[in-house]
């Protein structure tokens, strides 16, 4: 009877890693007090697995920021700019690296395949020179985690200053030898097991990229030798290739498959055959979502894993790490019953895969498998999940397409004639400074200790405060500032049906950042307008344009818990609905200009490139239903928060917009290529010209010259100047001389040209 865990959270059920970092990092306490909080979770962590039974234990997988960084640190790789001289990495260097210091940036930070975790980006070249520099403290009889070489290498890119094409994967034979030590070292601590995180394996690699797996395993087979050897994928079925390279490797003796994401592995294994003699970790139990496992199911496919690979090779295990679904499901006191009885968290994740492991050995919980059954019955039956109408009105979708009627340039004439904008229209993206004042009322609302009228003067007030700005800095089309929204997910997800929040479900983002996503649990619809109030009051302030303000359904999607009763698009064409009616009321409320915020539509995109045409299509397809049906005159814009748009450039032509908003303030030359190159664009365009990100204050010359060579590749007419993204998170003694100059760059531009 054998199970395992690929990893578990490290924040803490309440986040107390966050806390204990911050306060580290604010001088508040010591290096030592930190310590202490880490060794401490990381000692309840494992009791917690070791009580419910789990066999084989992660260990090494807690991290004070990130692993991929805990493994440059242990190679010794630290970029020559944080000065580090050898000898152990203590946190000054090690959080220099994460966070950057008073002299020196961060190193990069990039999302972790497709979760919304960010991974601090090796930086190597020919020059990097690696040592063994770091260990961490070990559990006695756990399986010690390591991002595997090849991981890791791929995931890397060449240090500044060293080519593009810089061959990374030839530093294979340079990394080995620390990994060699490392191995060394653990099995002289009495390891007995051994896993290498080797996530890579699940995305299309070539030939070249496979072969490297086969000589890093095969050149550390000798230092692995006596240990068993686990390899972990996660995160999408594994090509049949990969599998094949993989399943041959001598040196290794157990696999580890999400079969969640990777359902197709599945057949894989069924028709390809498993190596004898070796184990399958079997990822049954999801580790991306919320939800119970629905335990007789998995037992099922189990059950046929194990005629398969044999009765003692087969361990039950999670899809990936517990890092990417919530902590502990105890601590949620606003969810009701019926709804946490259809959830589980990584402390109960961690429950349910060791109830699967002893009932494959004979010894079923009877009464626990029982509650588990009767737990979906009540899920797949509820009527708060499911609502024949919007059932319906999603399901009428598929197949048919939605784009409104007349093109972009002839929309964009009736659009001016009623607008009248200036060329170079300056706007801003929505959110204005978020002060403390206003965090305090909305808490006070929400903790009802203030009524709904005194919130909606105090909101009131901002906004027109927000207004008079604007127009004082003669910004053409103007924005409400989102005085009312916590989190632009979040406030929608509230006034929809079928959301549900939780309290304490975190997960970890970056560093000691977590995200609180919502969890859609049923058919989604809007029982009210949801904006309309505030946009209008806001529009009657101003005789300008007023951008009334929404987040898209694919963002909204990406940026939830989604339900797995049904497949991710169904859901996003429900929400796409309920935005279109919002939509529809605003334009109906005399909004002329609306905003659909899809910050998130890039960030779905599947691992695999054979599964991104559908992605995109379903994608793109739910924005054009949310404002199919708006008149020509009505100007929909879209804004995205992220420049790296190259490769899916059709598929955002494809949406529609009549305007896009999009961050480029970091790097002008890639979004300005896709143009140069002769893509054909006519709809208007804002590239962010300053990074929001940052406190600096661009000057009026700096950004005319970023407005300036913008116009080399697109048509003066369609350019609008902005920022790159939201203003929420700056101060007003920032946003003020930033916007003050953006419109003196704007109004200089208009008088050269
Ligand atoms: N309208 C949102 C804001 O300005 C957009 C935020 C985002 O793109 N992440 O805050
Ligand atoms: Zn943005």
């Known amino acids: 009877m054998a199970s395992h865990i690929v990893g578990y959270p490290r924040m803490g059920p309440k986040r107390e890693l966050k806390f204990a970092l911050e306060s580290f990092w604010d001088g508040k306490s010591s290096a030592e007090d930190l310590e202490k909080v880490a060794t401490d979770l990381r000692a309840s962590i ?25 493994s440059t640190a242990m190679l010794g790789a630290v970029p020559e700019r944080y000065s580090w001289t050898g000898g152990e990495i203590g946190f000054s260097t090690y959080f220099s690296m994460a966070r950057g210091n008073a002299t020196v940036p961060a190193m990069e930070m990039t999302k972790w395949f497709d979760t919304n975790y960010h991974f601090i980006v090796p930086e190597l070249g020919p020059n990097t020179k690696f040592s063994y520099s770091s260990h961490k403290a070990l559990g006695v009889d756990t399986v010690p985690v390591l991002v595997g070489p090849v991981s890791y290498l791929l995931l890397s890119k060449p240090a500044k200053g060293v080519e593009k094409s810089f061959a990374l994967l030839s530093l294979l ?153 919530a902590v502990d499901l105890v601590n949620e006191t606003k969810l ?43 899920r797949r039956t509820s009527p708060r999940v499911t609502n024949e109408e919007v059932q319906k009105a999603a399901a009428a979708l598929r197949g048919s397409d939605h784009r409104r009627a007349t093109n972009v340039s002839t929309r964009l004439d009736a659009q ?23 965090r305090r009322v909305r808490r006070e609302y929400k903790a009802k200790k203030i009524s709904e009228e005194e919130y909606i003067s105090a909101i009131k007030e901002e ?60 058919d989604v619809s809007r029982p009210n307008p949801m904006t309309v109030f505030w946009s209008k009051m806001a529009q009657s302030m101003t005789s300008r344009p007023m951008k009334g303000m929404l987040t898209g359904p694919v963002t909204i999607l990406n940026w939830s818990f989604v339900r797995n009763d049904q497949p991710r698009f ?78 899916i450039i059709h598929s955002i032509i494809n949406m529609d917009a009549d305007v896009i908003t999009i961050e480029n303030s970091r790097s002008d030359e890639k979004l300005l290529s896709v143009f140069r190159e002769g893509v054909k664009y006519g709809a208007g365009i804002g590239p962010g010209v300053y990074d929001i990100h940052s406190p600096r204050i661009p000057s009026t010359e700096e950004i005319a010259d970023r407005v300036n060579k913008m116009l080399a590749v697109l048509d003066t007419n369609i350019l609008w100047v902005n920022p790159d993204c939201g203003l929420k998170t700056r101060k007003y003694n920032e946003v003020k001389p930033a916007l003050t100059n953006m419109v003196s760059a704007a109004k200089l531009i208009r008088t050269q040209l």
């Open 173 to 325: 034979s340079s990394i080995l030898p620390v990994y060699k030590e490392v191995i060394a070292e653990l099995k002289a601590a009495g390891a007995t097991w051994i896993q290498f995180d080797e996530p890579t394996l699940v995305l299309d690699l070539d030939s070249h990229q496979l072969a490297a797996f086969s000589a890093a395993y095969t050149e550390l087979e000798s230092a692995l030798s006596g240990l068993n050897v686990l390899i972990e994928t996660y995160f999408a079925d594994i090509p049949a290739e990969s599998y094949k390279t993989l399943t041959s490797l001598n040196s290794v003796t157990a696999y580890g498959f999400d079969l969640i994401r990777g359902a197709k592995t599945l057949d894989l294994i069924k028709s390809a055959g498993f190596p004898s003699g070796k184990y399958l970790f079997a990822g049954v139990v999801d580790g991306r979502n919320i939800w119970a496992d629905d335990l007789a199911a998995s037992l099922t496919t189990l059950e046929s894993l194990e005629a398969i690979v044999g009765k003692d090779k087969l361990v039950v295990s999670t899809s990936c790490s517990l890092m990417h679904t």
């Open 570 to 647: 169904e859901t996003c064409y429900q929400i796409a609905l309920a935005i279109k009616k919002e939509v529809e009321d605003l334009e109906a409320g005399g909004i002329q200009v609306i905003q659909i915020d899809e910050a998130a539509l890039r960030e779905g995109l599947p691992l695999r490139k054979a599964e991104h045409a559908f992605y995109l299509d379903w994608a793109v397809h739910s924005f054009r239903i949310t404002n199919c049906g708006v008149q020509d005159t009505t100007q929909i814009h879209t804004h995205m928060c992220y420049s790296n748009f190259n490769d």
């Open 336 to 378: 009701d019953s019926e709804i946490k009885s259809w959830l589980a968290f990584a402390a109960q994740k961690v429950v349910e895969v060791n109830a699967l492991a002893k009932a494959l050995a004979g010894q079923k919980d009877e009464a626990y498998f029982a509650a588990n059954s009767a737990a979906q019955a009540s």
């Open 416 to 438: 001016q004639k009623k607008l009248n904008l200036p060329v170079l229209p300056t706007t801003t993206i929505g959110s204005f400074p978020q002060t403390v004042e206003l």
């Open 463 to 522: 906004i027109s405060k927000v207004v008079k700005i604007q127009e004082e800095l003669d910004i053409d089309v103007l924005v409400h500032g989102e005085p009312e929204r916590n989190d632009m997910v979040e406030y929608f997800g509230e006034q929809l049906s079928g959301f549900a929040f939780t309290a304490n479900g975190w997960v970890q983002s970056y560093g000691s950042r977590c995200v609180k996503p919502p969890i859609i649990y049923g």
């Open 46 to 70: 494992w009791k917690q697995m070791a009580d419910a039974g789990i066999k084989y234990i992660p260990s090494n997988t807690f991290s004070y920021y990130d692993q991929v960084l805990d």
